[in-house]
């Protein structure tokens, strides 16, 4: 099963033409900082310059990559600077004032936005989460001789907890007919940073597999054993060069390695960008948050693919610098555009924000000072 993606480079370099084209044939569009852009389809054109720095998830790595190439071509007095450390990394660093903003595969918690905790913003500011990447988290593994793998949550959560130890496993074999597994030991790769990817991964199984996962949902994986990996790039670097390996990371960047299809026996599911945003869809808001405070509880026993992460933008409600802020509203603003959400689907094969949640994220972003 291979998921419809654009190389990066392809992408950008796809961007930086377009944008070249804009400038040299129609006058740039001016930006209310409110995600409008040109009618050319690029990213908006301001007054803005500085530098914006931002930490966080690795699973966006590509749409940022994406995101930052035509927002800084179409706005050349602008430097962003965006690095995928982790979720917890980016949350730590924005909270210290190391970050302007932060990209985290979780929103902050309630008790963790709380005014004086941002060193960036004004004392007496919270700080505001905005959906701004969804995606699915694949399950990949490298088994000789095994192309197509079925795995139902509990089997899924057996293996991951060690209960399941050798590719043979009759419980394995049971859900693959068709396929011929060796007599080799199962090494469950998981992240070994703080990861919001590991707090869906480990979330989806508390709930689908209740009873065989008994662990919390958790940032930091909960258990021992199996083999330790620092960041979606070194997940997917430990399964894809290793052996009877298995592991999770965000489906833009599995690369060669084989794409499991999970749920429940008989409604095996591959991950899709289509199946991750029905899953989005169909989830709802997070309640108790501030109006512009944006948190999707996920669903995790929706029909579909519910291994989806959603990774969000965290920023100053108020900013210490108001420059800083402009700077802010207007790279967020582009990112959670139409445009900037199509791009991000191209390069990342991301699943774009709904029209309905697209516009609660921009009017969030657009109170942004």
């Known amino acids: 099963m291979k998921i419809r993606l654009t190389a990066a480079l392809g992408i950008t370099a796809a961007l930086l033409l377009s944008a070249c084209a804009t400038n040299e044939g129609t006058p740039p569009a001016t930006n209310g900082n409110d995600g409008s852009t040109s009618s050319s389809g690029s990213a908006p054109a301001s007054t803005l310059e500085g530098t914006l720095s931002g930490k966080g998830a690795s699973s966006a790595k590509v749409a940022q990559e994406t995101w930052i190439a035509a927002f800084q071509t179409a706005n050349p007095g602008v430097t962003v600077n965006y690095s995928p450390d982790g979720s917890g990394a980016g949350r730590e660093a924005f909270m210290g004032g190391g970050a302007d903003f932060a990209g985290s595969d979780r929103a ?31 399950v990949i593994f490298n088994v000789e001789g095994v192309t197509d793998l079925n795995l139902t949550p509990e089997v899924l959560a057996k293996i991951f907890h060690g209960e399941i130890k050798n590719w043979n496993d009759p419980a394995i074999a049971a859900l693959n007919p068709d396929a011929t597994f ?17 707090e869906n991964f480990t979330d989806y199984l508390s709930v689908a597999a209740e009873g065989v996962w008994t662990e919390e949902p958790s940032g930091d994986w909960p258990l021992q054993g199996g083999e330790a990996a620092k960041g979606t790039s070194g997940v997917v670097a430990a399964v894809t ?44 808001l997070e309640e108790g948050r501030e109006a512009n405070d944006i948190a999707i509880k996920l669903d995790r026993k929706a029909e579909g693919y519910p291994i989806v992460l959603v990774s969000y933008g965290i920023a100053c409600a108020e ?50 000072k």
């Open 108 to 138: 902050l918690k309630t008790d963790e936005n709380v005014a004086g905790a941002f060193k960036g913003c004004k004392p007496e500011s919270l700080a505001i989460d905005v959906p701004v990447y969804i995606s699915p988290i694949a």
């Open 182 to 198: 060796p007599d080799q030991a199962i090494t469950a790769v998981h992240r070994s940073d703080e990861s919001g990817t590991t």
């Open 241 to 284: 060069g290793g052996k009877g390996t298995i592991g999770y990371a965000d489906a833009s960047q599995a690369g060669e390695a084989g794409i499991a299809k999970v749920g429940p026996e008989g409604r095996f599911e591959a991950p899709t960008e289509e199946a991750a945003a029905a899953a989005v869809e169909n989830s709802p």
């Open 319 to 368: 900013y210490a610098d108001s420059a800083k802020a402009e700077l802010v509203k207007g790279y967020l603003g582009y990112i959670a555009s139409e445009e900037g959400q199509n791009a991000a689907a191209e390069s990342a094969g991301s699943a774009p924000l709904s029209d309905a949640l697209r516009e609660k994220v921009l009017a969030a972003i657009d109170t942004i």
